[in-house]
């Protein structure tokens, strides 16, 4: 009974497994629903979405599954300076290329992201098992009004320092965030670029540093990297870049093609150049050219690249894509996320097998 232990005992699913939250298009109700329904965990990334969106995503998954699913919020950001005219300027020019080659004009002016309390608001509305969470901590009313919804809690570590930080604010489990996930950086008691520690090296020392259940992140993607999570002490792994080819996923055509293509020693890099914060994603041309350009703090860079890689996703044109993925091995093309949960489940199974 290697799938049963106290991670899936307290949310309640069969597999020791967690479908990311895959901000900006790859989490839809229909990924979210099918990862539940194989029995692990759906989550929802919710995080760039106004209250509305959020509500409605909500109910649609509820409408596909009757298991427990969780969504995904990102923590409040300290307040930081505003940035002048003059860099607003200097960030909106480094753009202007490609912002020519996608038929732009002007980039827009900075904005940020919807309001938490309203996101949170619309999601309890229509009900779900598991709040989590990234970029620092929730603050503390947000917090205990999830524990008395019932809601099973996960925050974010990138260091056993942050996840020490999260078991004394009251989460119910750890996700460690290792140097090879794509996506976003969780960090947030530091800068990012001193929290890269790997997955194998941290989830030993979140499970040494904390007494809640720990989830493994980054890079795991097959049953070897699940089992090898279980080995070091997690309670479960979070995969995402295995799901970002998957029929259900809602990434863009280029992004997918892109995604599940060959892989190379350089595949991926870190880059703040299309949100402002520090991200892995594969490498392409606006990674490249962008290295050392001047950008805008997090979210407001966001806003500037975002209609920049709507364009190009309808354009087919993965180069000026936030090709967002993490080091593991890449993805399965067109494949059902329940034929990639059951692949997961086997595959740990076998190799748990052959170390006994």
């Known amino acids: 009974m290697w799938n049963r232990n106290d991670f899936t005992r307290l949310v309640g699913i069969e597999w020791p497994i967690i479908v990311a939250p895959m901000a900006g298009g790859p989490s839809t109700p229909d990924?979210?629903?099918?990862?539940?329904?194989?029995?692990?965990?759906?989550?929802?990334a919710a995080g760039y979405l106004p209250p509305d969106a959020v509500r409605d995503a909500v109910r649609e998954i509820r409408r596909r599954t009757s298991r427990p699913f969780a969504v995904n919020f990102f923590a409040p950001l300290?307040?930081?300076?505003?940035?002048?005219?003059?860099?607003?300027?200097?960030?909106?020019?480094?753009?202007?290329?490609?912002?020519?080659?996608?038929?732009?004009?002007?980039?827009?002016?900075?904005?940020?992201?919807?309001?938490l309390d309203e996101q949170l608001d619309a999601a309890l509305a229509e009900g779900f098992a598991a709040l989590s969470f990234t970029f620092g901590i929730l603050p503390g009313p947000v917090l205990e009004r999830a524990r008395r919804a019932g809601l099973v809690v996960m925050g974010t570590a990138t260091t056993d320092t942050e996840a020490g930080l999260l078991e004394a604010a009251g989460v119910h489990a750890v996700v460690a965030q290792g140097a090879e996930a794509g996506g976003h950086r969780g960090t947030f008691a530091g800068p990012p670029e001193r929290a890269l520690i790997g997955t194998m090296a941290l989830v030993p020392r979140v499970v040494r540093r904390?007494?809640?259940?720990?989830?493994?992140?980054?890079?795991i993607g097959d049953g070897r990297g699940l089992a090898a999570a279980l080995v070091l002490g997690a309670s479960a792994a979070q995969l995402g870049t295995a799901f970002l080819?998957?029929?259900?996923?809602?990434?863009?055509?280029?992004?997918?093609?892109?995604?599940?293509?060959?892989?190379?020693?350089?595949?991926?890099?870190?880059?703040?150049?299309?949100?402002?914060?520090l991200a892995r994603g594969l490498r392409n041309r606006f990674l490249e050219r962008m290295e050392g350009q001047?950008?805008?703090?997090?979210?407001?860079?966001?806003?500037?690249?975002?209609?920049?890689?709507?364009?190009?996703?309808?354009?087919?044109?993965?180069?000026?894509?936030?090709?967002?993925a993490g080091q593991g091995p890449a993805p399965r093309a067109g494949a059902a996320c329940a034929d990639i949960v059951l692949s997961l489940v086997r595959d740990a199974q076998a190799a748990l097998e052959g170390l006994r």
């Open 31 to 44: 990924l979210v629903a099918a990862a539940s329904n194989a029995g692990a965990l759906g989550s929802f």
């Open 210 to 219: 904390v007494k809640v259940p720990v989830v493994a992140a980054g890079g």
């Open 294 to 324: 001047p950008v805008l703090p997090y979210p407001l860079q966001n806003s500037l690249t975002q209609d920049l890689r709507q364009a190009a996703a309808r354009g087919g044109n993965a180069e000026l894509l936030s090709l967002w």
């Open 78 to 115: 300290p307040a930081e300076r505003a940035p002048s005219p003059l860099e607003v300027e200097r960030a909106q020019a480094a753009l202007r290329p490609f912002r020519d080659e996608a038929g732009l004009g002007a980039p827009p002016a900075p904005s940020g992201l919807p309001r």
């Open 245 to 277: 080819a998957a029929a259900e996923s809602g990434a863009s055509a280029p992004y997918k093609k892109a995604v599940a293509g060959p892989s190379g020693d350089d595949r991926t890099g870190l880059t703040r150049a299309f949100t402002g914060r």
